[in-house]
């Protein structure tokens, strides 16, 4: 297949970098062309793989001229489709993976800029080995890419300390959908020259330009990190233990994790061998100290706060980390949910945010909902309850396929959820975004004003809509 | 004098909420038509005082019938000129100080709505009275509105630990150009649903629409605060203590404020009863903590800094504050440098940011060529380190008639600084913001694709320029 665009990239980029379906064997183009949880399949004109800023402005060049549209990836590990080209055969499958430098670490700014393809986990290691903390973390963080977790804005389980992705960036370099290069990598804490172009970038999933490096924060790294385990028996004590522990221990708290009965026995039935150290309850949490005093202070912060909450009837027993190796069972636990789930058989996926004193309620009324409407449904609800988000997954009845169940009732189930999170101020995208799963959604449920500007600045920064169309808005 | 606008605005608002010039005595409209530090004499076609949200939409849809254009104002206490109207006497001033409600304080989220005229201190009050923390902390906090904080993405001296206004703000209200309510009230801490329009409200100095309300992010109030004085033989020294502190305190070192000798030279003329405990130094740093566990933990995280700071040669000297009175007494001195500044007569401004490890070498170039090219000038350098942003002014050399100084040198002190600045990586407003008075300088030392994307959003959002003209853009 020859394509006078395609015709113009080789030359540009080398022919290694110009993947075209048809002339190279569908393997080659699928880790591109589909999500890997295999919901979206795509296929481009052509992957190309710019390897600098430069190629990528003239990819971008080059594909306005043909009147081509351009879809964004990185490490392809999104939940919402946002990185996969459509099925039409027309769209350019542009991949930032090549773009790897680091290109400069400020220790005494606490600043490090990366190139959009480094994988998190390459960033994380950056910092560490200057000894520094670069805390974005999250189940993807071996093959996502730092300009994926920054146009999704990503959040992950260190949120209630250091914030989304948005938080931990400083400046970024973009390409527009003109092809220019906007260098706005500043290292800078402060800077009130104009608008806040750098945060209209981040969470526009390629919508609005190509984010190509970033400048992100980095802490001190903490001289010692523990992990313990509480059972509540309600989730209004869980909000309750989540106000005590802030109170105490302040920024020191960088984890608050919330698991229900349900989650944790889909754990147990799958992987027996990870041990529940307070057995089966309601709710169990996990609630991890990141201490710049040492180990033995984190203990004593620990201790102060955990003894206070079962002295108040918060919680009902806990188990705090004796090792290293201890803790990170814990977070094991917690982390074996998702896949617990996977082995379970499919489920339909909420990640949704609410103001954390209406997370009772809004459980309570749900629950309730679900239960009287999909009899037997059950409810595997997890999080991140210190910055509001849970994940609330319907798994179907046990003994029901759950491919019927989803075939028949994900829609209806959906829009139980949904109405019940807008009903309490919540979010129906917490972290994960909207790309090409919520789109329709987000039509209907956000405000008409809200969309109304949301358009008029993409009118405004890509008015041909050349830049991954028909995603977001 | 009339006009079919205040015909039409007056039944609306009622007569007293319609100020109009020359049907009233100039000192009635002054507070509102010049800026506090009297730079800025404009004229308004009237001075407008809605009471709600509703009533700033029907003002905003009644101006742009009219073709008038809207300058939206606080409490007036900006440094740059972007509140107050022209002198032409077409442009109506939109003052929001009338909307003070307290909407709704939500303590197990963390969060506190409130209404745009809302004075920050009520705010600070608000949040203490409910045993939370506010940390929004200024100069102006007795007259400044929060409104005016968020639109010019405020600062001051808690940045460090708790970011600028806008890491404070989860959600806004916003009045958009069209006249159309906004409602982005959102207690969320996570919410990927679509474009950032918060943040682009946020630091666009009311060019793109009216914030009339917003949901402000809240601490839980520390145990204890205590603060220290270290003197420093040279500014690299001041940053090699910032690193030792951050690391070894992480979170709870919540103020690092540098002062050169020079400004405490100023304060000891002017206002010789306040003790400087430390005596003349070439540096000066003001260190806060803010503890979660109380006064004694605080005291020795102190004394573990700073000794180490001195057995490292890192600190020649240092007091830590035995009292609360004392503590006080050192923000005092502190503080009293721009008020000393102003005794001392007219001086050149400059906030600007730069990145943390670069201010050594800035500061070294900028006094440099200040020096030679203006000899006996005096450089009153102070600000907060920990957030690379310093107040680096420039007053007349001693004797020397500070307005005739000004007159004469102002611009091409500016040219200095700022290409300085720009050389080291930094910014032109760190916390300021452009308004009026640096809009020219932006257009030259901003990057032209930013600039057009920053026009390119205005046209979208107020395609005919009716909110705050000539301002920023």
Request: proline content about 5%; charged content about 20%; glycine content about 10%.
């Amino acid at each position: 297949m020859t394509h006078p665009l395609i015709d113009a990239l080789r030359p540009l980029l080398g022919d290694a970098h110009v993947l075209v379906p048809g002339a190279l064997p569908d393997t080659e183009l699928t880790p591109y062309q589909q999500d890997w949880r295999k919901r979206y399949n795509g296929r481009a004109l052509a992957v190309v793989r710019p390897g600098t800023t430069g190629e990528v402005a003239a990819v971008v060049k080059l594909a306005r001229a043909h009147g081509v549209s351009v879809v964004p990836q990185g490490g392809n590990t999104g939940l919402v489709g946002g990185g996969v080209p459509d099925d039409s055969g027309t769209q350019l499958l542009l991949s930032l993976r090549r773009m790897q430098k680091v290109r400069h670490l400020d220790a005494a700014n606490l600043t490090l800029t990366v190139e959009a393809g480094c994988v998190l986990q390459q960033v994380q290691d950056t910092a560490r080995q200057a000894g520094l903390l670069f805390p974005l973390s999250l189940a993807a963080e071996g093959s996502c890419t730092i300009g994926g977790n920054l146009s999704t804005n990503a959040g992950g389980t260190q949120v209630l300390r250091y914030g989304n992705a948005r938080e931990l960036c400083l400046g970024l370099e973009v390409v527009t959908a003109e092809g220019e290069i906007w260098d706005g990598l500043s290292g800078l804490r402060k800077d009130n020259t104009g608008y806040d172009l750098r945060d209209l970038f981040i969470g526009a999933e390629g919508t609005l330009g190509i984010i190509t490096a970033a400048t992100l924060k980095l802490f001190p790294q903490p001289r010692a990190r523990m992990t313990a385990l509480a059972a509540c028996a309600s989730l209004s004590a869980t909000v309750a233990l989540l106000g005590m522990a802030q109170s105490r221990c302040g920024a020191s708290l960088t984890g608050f994790e919330v698991m229900n009965a349900q989650s944790l026995a889909l754990v147990a039935k799958h992987f027996p061998q990870l041990a529940q150290p307070l057995g089966a309850r309601p709710w169990t949490v996990l609630l991890e100290l990141s201490d710049n005093e040492g180990e033995s202070h984190a203990r004593e912060q620990f201790e102060g706060v955990l003894s206070q909450a079962l002295e108040d009837g918060v919680i009902d027993d806990a188990a705090v980390a004796e090792s290293l190796s201890q803790s990170q069972a814990m977070w094991h636990l917690r982390e074996s949910i998702p896949l617990a789930q996977s082995e379970e058989g499919l489920n339909i996926k909420h990640d949704i945010a609410l103001p954390v004193s209406r997370i009772p309620d809004f459980v309570a009324a749900c629950d309730g909902l679900l239960a009287e409407r999909f009899p037997g449904s059950r409810l595997v609800n997890f999080g991140h309850l210190g910055d509001g988000n849970l994940h609330y997954n319907v798994q179907s009845p046990a003994g029901v396929s759950a491919a019927e169940f989803l075939k028949t009732h994900e829609a209806a189930v959906n829009a139980v959820v949904y109405d019940q999170v807008m009903a309490h101020g919540g979010s129906i995208s917490a972290e994960h975004g909207i790309g090409q799963l919520k789109r329709e959604e987000l039509a209907q449920r956000k405000s008409p004003v809200a969309l109304a500007l949301m358009r008029q600045i993409k009118q405004a920064l890509d008015p041909r809509g050349l830049l991954n169309p028909n995603r977001v808005v």
